[in-house]
């Protein structure tokens, strides 16, 4: 069965684990009362735990093998979601480099202003979920009747709903424009500033997950008492 908590005394060791690394420590303190408090010469807190039969509580096992099969078993879950996110954010960089605008995106007329757009005329929205720039047609227009809307106009269109400015010529979120030239301008100006975002997330999780092998090979190691 092996020894559990109503055995330990002080002068035993215990193993703690801290982050990827297991620690051994020293009991110098057991408190009994609801449950167990056992203060160890690694933490300035003590562990608890209601139960004496138990063996570990939290990150504190009295065997290091217990220990080190908890933090196998916790890292190898870990990996399975690093792995997981890391084939989403390279399947979203594969999406963002290929938006591309059309081969010819211009304007014949000078682009209407918020306040000239009328019922039956188009906007150009930028769709960052479905990553295109779409025609949206405008369905109405009404005054933001919001104290803080500074004369503001709220722009209904049978897909979104946006503010913007009298004269301006774009959202006030720059995600509809009046010019589809101007949209597809955003449009990958965004691109570009997605992909660093995705990229710095993406190699910050593979330096986690490299790390995580490089203790595994150890911990391997330690399970064939090759190191210790």
Avoid at 66 to 78: G, H, M, P, V, W
Wanted: with cysteine; charged share 35%.
């Amino acid at each position: 069965m092996g020894k559990t908590f109503k055995d330990l005394s002080v002068g035993d060791s215990v193993w703690i684990i801290d982050g990827l690394e297991i620690t051994e420590a020293e009991v110098k303190r057991i408190t009994n009362g609801y449950g167990i408090l056992i203060h160890t010469s690694y933490k300035p807190y003590p562990f608890r735990s209601p139960y004496y039969g138990a063996k570990r509580t939290g990150d504190m096992f009295l065997e290091y093998k217990e220990a080190l099969e908890y933090l196998q078993k916790r890292s190898k879950k870990r990996m399975r979601v690093l792995e997981k996110k890391i084939d989403i954010l390279a399947s979203e960089i594969l999406c963002l480099d290929s938006i591309q605008p059309p081969t010819v995106v211009f304007s014949s007329t000078k682009p209407l202003s918020m306040k000239e757009l009328k019922p039956g005329d188009s906007v150009w929205w930028v769709d960052k979920f479905k990553k295109d720039v779409k025609r949206v047609e405008v369905k109405a227009k009404r005054e933001n009747k919001d104290i803080w809307s500074n004369g503001s106009l709220i722009i209904d269109t049978k897909t979104i709903s946006f503010k913007t400015f009298l004269n301006s010529l774009h959202s006030v979120s720059l995600d509809c424009y009046t010019e589809e030239k101007q949209a597809w301008k955003y449009m990958l100006r965004w691109k570009e500033s997605r992909i660093e975002t995705v990229g710095k997330e993406m190699e910050n999780l593979m330096k986690e997950l490299e790390n995580l092998e490089k203790h595994e090979e150890i911990w391997g190691l330690e399970e064939r008492g090759l190191c210790f």
